[in-house]
């Protein structure tokens, strides 16, 4: 079965110190590979996926098949990257979304 | 475009009681899912419908749960009797039909059994 794994609950930084976010993953094929985000008081977005291979509001994310992960990063965490960040795959075909447990990044002015 | 919706925003309901969920997807999604995040847990995998079909209720946790799409449009989740362990928010998501196409979310459920 395929499994996502977010090995941080929290994850504390300074504004602008660089973040990063893990995001490990089994799944024997080829998944698709996406990092959702829930700021507080919205709902869940997307926030980018690894087939498009954009940054977005400064995130990347590279999906790593060695090393089964998919960490997203930003060089320069701003306050309102604060929010609850969630890492998902996708398998081929209609599947539904199988989801991390999440890490609440918090940015420290 | 209006997102999808869904009602109750929040619910406390006593143990033994039933509660009935509503989601109405975007407007000409086929594809409607239903997910939950207990405390300090992942977000899991309910089912999935493909219009008024169930395509996959392999993360539907027990017989006490009953997803419905009558008609393709909305869906409702009812639980009957709930539980205590079934508190957590209850998230619906709609997709159209084209494979890869993004999955939007409503903003959740929060459900409480005391």
């Known amino acids: 079965a395929q499994r996502v794994t977010q090995p941080e609950k929290l994850l504390s930084v300074f504004k602008g110190a660089p973040v990063e976010l893990k995001c490990n993953y089994s799944y024997s094929g080829s998944p698709e590979l996406f990092w959702y985000v829930q700021y507080s008081r919205q709902r869940l977005q997307l926030l980018l996926r690894h087939i498009s291979r954009e940054s977005i509001k400064g995130f990347t994310a590279d999906l790593n098949k060695g090393e089964t992960s998919f960490h997203l990063k930003k060089p320069f965490a701003q306050e309102e990257d604060s929010a609850m960040y969630y890492c998902?795959?996708?398998?081929?075909?209609?599947?539904?979304?199988?989801f991390g447990k999440g890490t609440r990044l918090s940015v420290i002015a | 475009e209006a997102g999808v919706t869904q009602f109750p925003s929040h619910s406390v309901i006593e143990k033994g009681q039933t509660v009935t969920l509503r989601c109405d997807p975007i407007s000409g999604h086929d594809n409607l899912y239903w997910y939950r995040r207990v405390m300090g847990k992942e977000i899991k995998f309910l089912l999935h419908?493909?219009?008024?079909?169930?395509?996959?209720e392999s993360g539907m946790p027990n017989n006490r749960f009953l997803a419905e799409r009558t008609g393709g449009t909305y869906s409702t989740l009812k639980v009957q009797p709930a539980e205590l362990e079934d508190s957590g928010v209850y998230f619906c998501?709609?997709?159209?039909?084209?494979?890869?196409?993004?999955?939007?979310f409503g903003e959740g459920s929060w459900l409480t059994v005391v």
């Open positions: 419908f493909v219009k008024e079909s169930k395509q996959d």
């Open positions: 998902a795959l996708s398998t081929p075909g209609n599947t539904p979304l199988v």
């Open positions: 998501a709609s997709r159209d039909g084209t494979a890869g196409n993004t999955i939007y």
